[in-house]
Nanobody, 116 residues
Framework: QVQLVESGGGLVQAGGSLRLSCVAS????????MGWYRQAPGEPRELVAT???????NYADAVKGRFTISSDNAKNTVYLQMNSLKPEDSAVYYC??????????WGQGTQVTVSS
């Protein structure tokens, strides 16, 4: 089992910034990819960004140029730096990790609210 603990959500004004963190822990595992999804009320969960173990990244078009995903592989931690936030970025943000042999896991979610 892999546990994910997210932090860094909160309330921010439009144009502001937040940094999300997610730490993975548990039985020995090897991560292949880490990422962030988000879900706004009444909407399906959507991909925000992913980063592979080797550093390759992928972003949703809606966040390109504003969000940056990074990771510290030694600490099994993934970050999401969110700049120039917009009200439409408001959602619950979920961390997700993919392991080589133990499947994938979700975090509990952290709320991000951007006021106009």
């Amino acid at each position: 089992q892999v546990q994910l603990v997210e932090s860094g959500g909160g309330l921010v004004q439009a144009g502001g910034s937040l940094r999300l963190s997610c730490v993975a822990s548990g039985r020995p595992f090897s991560l292949s990819t880490m990422g962030w999804y988000r879900q706004a009320p009444g909407e399906p969960r959507e991909l925000v960004a992913t980063i592979m173990r080797g550093g390759s990244t992928n972003y949703a078009d809606a966040v390109k140029g504003r969000f940056t995903i990074s990771s510290d592989n030694a600490k099994n931690t993934v970050y999401l730096q969110m700049n120039s936030l917009k009200p439409e970025d408001s959602a619950v943000y979920y961390c997700k990790v993919w392991t080589w042999t133990r499947g994938d896991y979700w975090g509990q979610g952290t709320q991000v609210t951007v006021s106009s």
